[in-house]
C-alpha cells in the first residue's frame, strides 16, 4: 500500500500547453466525426459517373443521406470548427496588457 501511495506522491501534473494541445486534439477528433468512421466505415470521398462525358468526378458531400458523410467531409468540418476555436483563443490571448505588440499585432492577423 505504500508503494502505491509513494507513487501517486511522484505522479507530475503536465504543463498547462500539453493539456490544451490534448484537448484541442480531442476536440478536433470528435468534430470530425471519428467515432462515426470506425462505426460506419464510409468511404474518403464518393464517386459519380458524369452522364455527358462518362468521366468518374469525386464528391465530397454524400448525397440523398441527412445522416451520412464521407470521411473528408468530416475532417475539412472539424478543422474549420478548430480553426474557429484557435482564432477565439488568439483574440482572447492578444487583449493581455503585458504582451509585446509585434506579438499582438502577429496574434491578431491571423
Known amino acids: 500500500m505504500e508503494s502505491l ?3 501517486v506522491e511522484e505522479f507530475e501534473l503536465p504543463k498547462p500547453s500539453t493539456v490544451c494541445a490534448i484537448v484541442i486534439l480531442s476536440y478536433f477528433l470528435v468534430t470530425a466525426g471519428i ?4 462505426i460506419n466505415e464510409p468511404p474518403a470521398v464518393g464517386a459519380t459517373t458524369d452522364e455527358a462525358t462518362g468521366k468518374v468526378k469525386p464528391v465530397t458531400f454524400m448525397p440523398y443521406r441527412m445522416n451520412g458523410q464521407y470521411i473528408i467531409e468530416g475532417i475539412s468540418g472539424a478543422l474549420m ?6 482564432s477565439l483563443i488568439a483574440l482572447d490571448t492578444s487583449h493581455n496588457k503585458r504582451l509585446d505588440t509585434k506579438l499582438r499585432l502577429i496574434l491578431l492577423g491571423m
Request: proline share 0%; hydrophobic share 40%.
Open 5 to 7: 501511495i509513494r507513487k
Open 81 to 86: 470548427y478548430t480553426l474557429g476555436g484557435l
Open 35 to 38: 467515432a462515426y468512421d470506425i
